[in-house]
């Protein structure tokens, strides 16, 4: 048996997602919210949840324990997980909301990345940086000259 995920941007109507993968098949179809875009970080997320990664034609492959994931983007760039392995419906759902969570990590680091490489170039200094048990960062920054 394998298991079809329909990873549908937030932005984005399912069932305009759901269209797009009726190909008859015997294969579990559901929809999850996402908010992954970028390739690379979708690929960092992964390596994140202890996948093995590698690329694959139209997408990613990803390998857990027992467990193989197939990415793919239609023309609409709207992901798609195909699972295969010993897997059922819930634990795949388990495993894309992983992967989304350590996504939102990469996001939040590489917003981080950009705003400290930009600040001394608009005239700031990085005063402090502090992390909640949510893991929201805060950062002050200290003007050093007007731009």
Request: charged share 25%.
């Amino acid at each position: 048996m394998s298991i079809s995920l329909i990873l549908v941007p937030l932005a984005i109507a399912a069932a305009a997602a759901h269209a797009g993968l009726k190909q008859g098949q015997d294969t579990t179809v559901c929809q999850v919210q996402t908010r992954m875009r970028d390739a690379n970080l979708l690929t960092a997320a992964l390596r994140d949840t202890r996948a093995v990664v590698a690329p694959h034609e139209d997408g990613l492959v990803a390998d857990w324990a027992g467990v193989r994931a197939r990415f793919v983007r239609d023309e609409q760039h709207i992901w798609t997980a195909h699972f295969t392995g010993d897997v059922v419906e819930a634990q795949a759902v388990d495993i894309v909301r992983a992967v989304d969570a350590a996504y939102g990590r990469q996001v939040q680091a590489a917003v981080l990345r950009r705003l400290t490489d930009r600040a001394p170039a608009a005239g700031l200094r990085l005063e402090s940086r502090s992390v909640t048990p949510d893991r929201a960062v805060r950062l002050v920054f200290a003007v050093e000259r007007a731009s």
